[in-house]
């Protein structure tokens, strides 16, 4: 399956894509590991990384009413203190990463907006929707704001330098919207079952946050395919056939 433009891409040895969602704990987790892996690669300037939307609940209301612990425990079928032990599991892990979570306190809500500033960023270069993507992550989970609020997303978007008319003018309509469909049907047919969901060239898929040195092997299995190994030559020189010609030994020689 290709891979559509978005818009300037760069034309790179190895190209990652990742689906995630801006309120997933465990997407942000994964961006931290991939980007500890990508500094230990020594061809990380030739890695291009595009940022593909993925909804954990397109269902999701505009904002969600109750806790966090409650609805995970309603969702799951567990007890408040069970959901509330689990968030606190993934605080504690998350801080290994250095993010400084409080998952009891983030506020969630629809992210379809979020996604569709995403592509609008794509549209002037991928460092600003790389920039968008992480401001978006800092708003949800380390400022625990409101990432489907319109002011919330107008004052992240901006921030990082989209244009607040161009984002307001999105936020009213639905520019976008296919796109980020196709890229959650996209994520489907290349076998995901959640995120994040890292695809390396269309040629490996790493499924969740998977540790560093996971992911660095595997850029480095994709690089290697990339670009084959050149065989050492032997010193010396041996009689050989080049096209329609053969070298013919003197007598000497024979």
């Not at 009413?65 to 032990?85: D, F, N, P, R």
């Not at 949800?140 to 004052?155: I, K, M, N």
């Not at 560093?212 to 010396?236: F, K, M, S």
């Not at 041996?238 to 030994?249: K, L, R």
């Amino acid at each position: 399956m290709g891979t559509p433009p978005r818009g300037a891409l760069l034309i790179a040895d190895v190209l990652v894509e990742i689906w995630s969602d801006v309120v997933c704990p465990w997407c942000y987790i994964g961006k931290r590991r991939f980007e500890a892996a990508l500094s230990r690669f020594e061809h990380a300037d030739e890695v291009e990384v595009l940022w593909r939307a993925f909804e954990l609940d397109p269902q999701a209301p505009f904002r969600r009413s109750g806790t966090m612990a409650g609805h995970l425990a309603a969702k799951y079928g567990m007890s408040v203190a069970q959901a509330e032990q689990q968030l606190e599991s993934l605080n504690r892990l998350a801080a290994a990463e250095g993010l400084d979570y409080d998952l009891a306190a983030t506020q969630s809500g629809n992210t379809l907006d979020a996604h569709r500033l995403v592509h609008l960023a794509y549209t002037k270069s991928p460092a600003l929707a790389a920039d968008l993507e992480e401001a978006l992550f800092e708003s949800y989970f380390v400022r625990r704001e409101p990432v489907s609020e319109p002011d919330v997303l107008t004052a992240v978007a901006t921030a990082v330098g989209l244009d607040a008319d161009e984002v307001e003018a999105l936020l009213a309509s639905d520019r976008f919207t296919a796109e980020v469909r196709r890229d959650e049907a996209e994520a489907s047919a290349l076998g995901s079952t959640g995120v994040p969901f890292f695809v390396i060239d269309r040629a490996f898929a790493i499924p969740g946050a998977q540790d560093p040195e996971t992911i660095l092997a595997t850029l480095q299995r994709a690089w290697e395919r990339a670009r084959p190994a050149v065989p050492e030559l032997v010193a010396g020189d041996a009689p050989a056939c080049a096209a329609d010609s053969c070298e013919v030994p003197s007598a000497a020689e024979r």
